[in-house]
């Protein structure tokens, strides 16, 4: 198994290099910093933290995680997704690789719900907005999540065979929601969850991000489960 891990990275110049070391580096044949347009420090800091980097200065983590797939090397065969800020605990990745290199899944996602997650690291509307979007899911496609969690693991083919186009707060629930319209074997992984290393979350850290998010998440899953 060839697997690539992609990390969207927008003024995370705090949280990068201490993410970067944590990552086991066995897992992976690339560790790729997608830089999302910073205006710190963001992109030489990985790069010196011995990542590779490549930019994408449209705005908005969809495309972010779509440029890092477009540079991924032809033996690349699953693709892991992690945030940049510190939470994800990156020793996680092996558990949500393990059920695809046996054979028994083509994407896993890790659950921060069902996991281990610190105190306050996942704010009340989070849980709120993850609740409700879950419930429309299960109603509207008969499927089960328990998160929308960033941390997850896809097979190459699995990917491509979803075709993503979300650019910015979709990009999550569309991959949820393709995956399960396209009838992909999903499991779901407990993972832990941590605060953020350090600077503010472009989402969650404000209330305008958070009401966008929520907002775009809703249409997608009304768009989606319908089409």
């Not at 990745?93 to 659950?111: H, K, M, Q, T, Y």
């Not at 105190?119 to 993850?130: D, K």
């Not at 929308?148 to 990917?159: E, H, K, N, Q, V």
């Not at 969850?193 to 009401?211: I, Q």
């Amino acid at each position: 198994m060839h697997a690539a891990l992609i990390i969207p990275a927008l003024d995370e110049e705090d949280a990068i290099v201490a993410t970067l070391r944590e990552i086991p580096r066995d897992l992976f044949e690339m560790i790729l910093v997608v830089d999302n347009g910073s205006r710190d420090a963001t992109a030489d800091a990985a790069g010196e933290a011995g990542a590779a980097v490549i930019r994408e200065s449209r705005r908005g983590y969809g495309a972010a995680c779509l440029a890092g797939i477009a540079a991924l090397p032809a033996q690349i065969d699953v693709v892991v997704f992690m945030d940049a800020d510190g939470s994800d605990e990156p020793a996680d990745a092996a558990r949500l690789l393990a059920p695809i290199e046996a054979g028994e899944a083509d994407f896993v996602l890790g659950s921060r719900v069902a996991g281990d997650a610190e105190r306050g690291a996942l704010a009340a509307h989070q849980r709120f907005g993850n609740r409700l979007a879950v419930t429309l899911m299960r109603g509207l496609l008969g499927h089960s999540y328990s998160d929308l969690g960033p941390f997850r693991a896809i097979r190459r083919a699995s990917l491509e065979a979803l075709r993503m186009r979300d650019r910015d707060y979709g990009w999550t629930i569309e991959m949820q929601i393709q995956a399960v319209r396209r009838g992909l074997r999903i499991q779901e992984i407990p993972v832990r969850y941590r605060k953020r290393r350090g600077g503010r979350s472009k989402v969650s850290g404000n209330v305008w991000g958070s009401v966008a998010a929520g907002c775009k998440i809703l249409w997608t899953v009304a768009r989606l489960s319908r089409a």
